[in-house]
């Protein structure tokens, strides 16, 4: 089995809130990130895909293929956009790397044209990034 990992870059505003809690609670688990108007990141969006090689092809998948998909279904819908309030697949849900993985996992484990979702690395900053494995896990949507 080998494992084949493109990366891309997005830039994009959030601002974590649960809006069942109190202002001053939210203050408390969320701190600057908070903040009223939100707050921007550089994100690197890193996806691994496991597979055989085609025999043909030498591919587990074509890097292009995957570039273009993380491109249209992921990256033009959410670089230089806020998270909140652009992004009709992130409505109602905290805007945390934790949630984006798993939503961009939910978008691409059925579009690959090869190879299988393996894993979905997300940086939020250049020391901080989630791995998801596509393991069950619920996302709360608020309403």
Sequence with gaps: MLYVTKKVDFSAAHRLYNPNYSDEMNESIYDKCNNYNGHGHNYTLEVTVCGEPDPNTGYVIDLKKLKDLLINEIVSK????HL?????????????VENLSMIFWKILENKLPNGKLYKIRLYETDSSFVDYYGQESEIKIFE
């Design 78 to 81: 959410v670089d230089h956009k």
């Design 84 to 96: 909140n309030l652009d992004v009709d697949f992130l409505k109602g849900i905290i805007p945390t």
